[in-house]
Structure formats: structure tokens, C-alpha cells
């Protein structure tokens, strides 16, 4: 089987360069939808310009629509929402962050306060994924277009969520994927994305983890600590799920045979970039701040197509490399010879 | 690695209805650029009822525009061009057809009478797939559309070929795969498809086979026999090549472990009716007559995508059908005890 997967890596990595295509333009649906049946990432430059976020967004104007809206916060001592955390004893967990909720007008006050300064204090990042931009910022959603119209003509379909991310330099999204097809649109800062083609899953690493979730330290009078200490709850559930350990930036950790093969791909989106991120396509995401402090961006999530050849044959490398996982490398050949 | 197949072939089948699509119209670019994506067949009706071949095309006016053009004819004892063939010592051979020179008036004269009077005579078949309509049968090139627009513009090339297909009710395509994106379009009698999905390739059986050809048996005089009398010449070169060796008509014979999961689609086009046969789909094809005693058809052939996951994740189902037919099912344990 080893060298099924491995013929198969390096097949894919012979047919497809390990580039991002840039376009010049958006596409049309039609040009659209030839990197879908592909499942092939593009980027394009500057053609958010004519957003109005990406005219209005600066912090002035983000207090004055957001107000006192309570917005809803992932805390955690390091930036790593939804990540792999060795605990002591050496296992792995997967742990989500504490979700709090924040006056806006503070949570941007915290984000954009000097790092230096803040260092002890947890990090906060905005990046609930539930649509948000059409929930908790819906004073902002007016700025963006409703729908991204290649992508709504193309899948014939209106985006399934629209979110906003709003974090500083610290945050950083650990290697997974998502069944979406995205659309990500840098609006302040950069975003810095590692992306590994749905291929290359026998590279990542999934294990199967227990989940956990950061706990703030209570302080002795009971109240939360505004430290960055923090306990993680393990989940009471015995639930596991499907979790890319390996991380491109620690190349040398994690790996499994094949992780040499992987070619991941790094674009950094700058302010009004957009990327084409396809279905199932592994991402690593960090973030640089812009000119007054914050990193922000929304993006569209459409519905994948789980019919045809792609979502089965997908799932098929995935039940190889569990098979192969699961099949002892020497069978055990136990003897007792008796006389 | 049974239980990862079979998961494949029925997750597959799960996902995707075991019925072709009957578009009401032709599709445009982007609506048939998602068929491509999906890599799933569609059937229009009557779309072709306004080409001039399917006005124009009776025997007198073929005869008149080929009048003393001499076609290439594939000619068979049983109608079965491309063909597995069981020799007496129970090994498959790969046949394939005497090829010869007709005119085209005598050829058209042989496929128009009736077939019983014809009976022990050979098949004959126009099916060169070798762009025969832009070359051999070029005078008619003019009565159809040089190229299928929304194949074309959405995948961005013109047809690597276009082929006349001309036959009786005898021969018979038999079950094989193409890389080619095909558009099919039937203008005169009927074409019977039995279509099997790429998924679908551990139940076909493929097998590498050694080639032959049929040759006319010689009579005594040294002249070719005009009887069905053949002979099949066997390749000196030890090169063998893959065949699907299922019959989905003979469905309990030349079976694999996963056949009893494959799902054959079956359509049957009429005159001015047009099949997208995707990319990789295995077919069987055999044709009825029409008024005229004949059946024509044309097809156009597009270069497929042999990046993103198709190509590859489809190497790799072949790759894993192949390991495990190297893989003894019982491991062969010999044990010498010396004492
Ligand atoms: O921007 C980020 O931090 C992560 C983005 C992401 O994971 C997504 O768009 O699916
Ligand atoms: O029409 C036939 O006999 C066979 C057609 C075929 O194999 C094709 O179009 O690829």
C-alpha cells in the first residue's frame, strides 16, 4: 500500500505545479468554475479596492458602527484557537478556545494595544466561523458584497456563511480543512496562508483526538484572571475526531512516511487580495497587522459538491491511510511448539 | 484493502444517483463546465435536429457526396471490433479488426442488406476514431457543426477529432474507457450505451492481455475469402495492455470480488439525440438501423484534465485493483520442521 500512496503523491505533484495561479482579474463563472473542477487555489490582486471595507475599515470608523455591540471572542494564552496541544504525559489533544463575549469598542482596544505591552495577557481573536458578518456585524455587512457573484453564478448557489476575522499578529489558525469552496478577502494587514492540496493527506498526520477547551485560571476571589493562565477542560465525551497534527512550520515533528512528499504552497494576501481556497484544501493561517494595529478579513463559504469523483476518491485516501495505520508494519508470528 | 474498495465503490455509488440526466436543451459553457467538474454524463434530446447531417444524411445524398471515395473499414466475423477474445486454450486476447479499403458506394451496399441475407458475410464497420469526418469523409464535414460550442468555450479547445461512426445492426463496441471528454451525437438509427462510472473500475476487470489481429482466412486460390472466415494473427511483440474483460451484458461471467457493485447506466440515443460520455467513463456500445438499414453517428473528442484530483485519485484506484490482484489471498505458509 506504501507505494500505491506514495505513486499517488508524486502523480498528483507531477500534474500539478506547486504554484498559485495569480489572475489579473476576478474570473468569470465560467473561468471560476474550470479551478473548481480542478480543485485548484488562484489569487488575485487588489480587487477588493472598490469594497467599501477595504475603503472604510479603519479603527475610527469600525468603533463608531460597532458601538457597544457585545462580539464574541476565542481567548487563548498562545493565539492557537483550535489546535493541537501536547499535554504532559505526552498525548495529544485537540483544544478549541475559551469563547467569551466583549464590548467591541474594548476587544479592538486589546487587539490593537502594542504587543510588548500586552504580552502576559491572553490573545483574542475574532473568528466565530457561524456567519458572523451577517449576525453579530451585521452594522458591517453593507461594506461587503452580499455574495461573491463568479462564485454565486458558478456553484449556483448563495454563500453558505459570510464571516469576518479581526485578530492581531498572535493569532494563528492550525493546519486544517474545511467542505467549502472559499472565497478570502484580505481587507487590513496580510494574512499568511500554507496551503496543502487535499492530496497530500496522507502527509498531515491525522490522528483521532480527544477534545479539550482553555479554562481561564480563576484567581482566589473567583473571578476570571486577567493573566494568560490558563487550565484546558478535557471533553467528558470519549469523542474523537480527525485532527491534522503535523504542522508545516515544524516540518520535522509529527511526520508520518510520506510527509516529505508534501509541497505545501504559501501566499500572503495583502490588503484587498483575494484567494480562491478550494474544498478540502489543508491551510495554515497567521496574520500581520496593518497600519493601526489589526488584521482583518472576511470570507464566503459555498457549499462543496460532494457528488462525482472527487469527495469519494478523497475519502478513499483517507480509509487507505487508516488502513495502513492500523496494519502492524511486521506481523507478529507467535510459535509455541508443542512436544 | 477489500473493505477500502468496497467502501469507495459504494460511497460513490451513495453519493451519486444511478440515472443520466436528460437535459431539455443544450447546456451553456458554465452548465456543462459543471458536468466536467462532476464528471457526470448528461443525454439532450432532439438537439441535432437542425445540423444539415440530420436533414441531409439518407444513402442517396451520403452516396452522392462519398461517391468513389475509398473509407476505411474495420472488418469483423461477429461485428466485435477491439474485442476480448477467449482463444480455445482459455487465454483473452485483445482483438482487434481487418482493416481494409472499401469504395465507399460498395461499403454503404454491404451495411444496407438485410442481414439475414448477409449473414455468413464479415462485419464491417466505418469506426476509424482517427478524426476519419476532418479527413477521410471530409465532403461531409460541411453538414456538421465543426466544433460543439459550449464544449469548446468552457474547455477552452477545439475537438482534438471528430469522427463518423457508420454501421449495422451487428457490431458492437465493446467495453473501454477514453481520455477524452466525448460529445456523441446520433443522426441516423440508434446507439445503445451501457455506461460504467471511472469508480466503477475494480468490477470491470482489467486484465493485461496480449494483442492479436483477425486476418481473412486466404482460400485456395490466395485471394481473401469473402466468407466470415477469420483467423486471428497474435502479436510477435510481448506487449500487453489493459482491457476491461467484463461484460455488463454478460453479467456472472469474467467477474472480480466488487462486481456485484458496479451500477450500469443504460441510454439509448435516438436520431438528433447528443450524450456527454465524460472522461473515463468504460461503454459498450451497439447500434440499431434506421428506415435506410443504417446507423451513423459523430462524435467529438476533447482533451481531458489531467490535473487536480481526477486524474491521479483515478490512477490510484487502478494502482490499488492491481496490488491486491498481486497480493496472494491466503498468505502461503510453508514450514519445514527438520529435526
Ligand atoms: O483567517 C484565519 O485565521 C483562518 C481562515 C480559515 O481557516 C478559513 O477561512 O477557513
Ligand atoms: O459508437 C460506437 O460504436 C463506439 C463509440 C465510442 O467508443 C466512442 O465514442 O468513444
Not at 489569487?43 to 468603533?63: M, S
Not at 460597532?66 to 464574541?72: F, G, H, L, R, Y
Not at 476565542?74 to 492557537?80: C, D, H, Q, S, Y
Request: proline share 6%.
Amino acid at each position: 500500500m506504501t507505494t500505491t500512496i506514495t505513486s499517488f503523491l508524486e502523480g498528483y505533484h507531477e500534474l500539478n505545479a506547486a504554484v498559485i495561479d495569480e489572475l489579473s482579474e476576478q474570473p468569470s463563472p465560467l473561468e471560476f468554475m474550470r479551478y473548481v473542477a480542478r480543485n485548484r487555489p488562484f489569487v488575485v490582486r487588489r480587487v477588493a479596492t472598490d469594497w467599501q471595507a477595504y475603503r472604510r475599515w479603519d479603527a475610527a470608523y469600525l468603533r463608531q458602527m460597532m458601538a457597544d455591540e457585545q462580539v464574541k471572542v476565542a481567548v487563548t494564552p498562545l493565539g492557537n484557537a483550535d489546535a493541537v496541544v501536547e499535554q504532559s504525559d505526552g498525548h495529544l489533544l485537540f483544544v478549541e478556545p475559551y469563547e467569551t463575549y466583549h464590548l467591541f469598542n474594548n476587544f479592538l482596544n486589546e487587539i490593537q494595544r502594542p504587543i510588548a505591552s500586552r504580552e502576559p495577557l491572553p490573545v483574542k481573536y475574532a473568528q466565530t466561523q457561524n456567519d458572523n458578518l451577517r449576525e453579530e456585524y451585521a452594522r458591517l455587512l453593507p461594506d461587503v458584497p452580499s455574495d461573491i457573484p463568479f462564485a454565486r453564478i458558478a456553484l449556483d448557489q448563495s454563500a453558505d456563511a459570510v464571516n469576518l476575522w479581526l485578530g492581531d499578529n498572535r493569532s494563528v489558525t492550525s493546519l486544517h480543512k474545511d467542505n467549502y469552496e472559499n472565497i478570502y478577502v484580505q481587507i487590513r494587514g496580510q494574512k499568511h496562508f500554507v496551503l496543502l492540496a487535499p492530496a497530500d493527506m496522507p502527509c498531515v498526520n491525522e490522528q483521532m483526538l480527544r477534545q479539550g477547551r482553555y479554562v481561564p485560571a480563576t484567581s482566589a476571589n473567583g473571578l476570571e484572571d486577567v493573566t494568560n493562565a490558563f487550565a484546558i477542560e478535557i471533553s467528558d465525551s470519549d469523542e474523537r475526531i480527525p485532527v491534522a497534527t503535523w504542522d508545516p512550520d515544524l516540518p520535522d515533528e509529527r511526520t508520518t512516511a510520506y510527509t516529505h512528499l508534501a509541497k505545501p504552497l504559501r501566499v500572503t494576501l495583502n490588503e484587498g487580495d483575494m484567494l480562491y481556497l478550494p474544498a478540502m484544501w489543508y491551510h495554515k493561517v497567521s496574520q500581520t497587522v496593518g497600519a493601526e494595529g489589526f488584521a482583518c478579513a472576511v470570507n464566503y463559504w459555498y457549499d462543496m459538491d460532494f457528488s462525482g469523483y472527487f469527495w469519494s476518491s478523497n475519502a478513499l485516501v483517507r480509509d487507505m491511510v487508516e488502513a495502513e495505520r492500523l496494519t502492524p508494519k511486521y506481523p507478529k508470528l507467535e510459535m509455541q511448539i508443542e512436544q
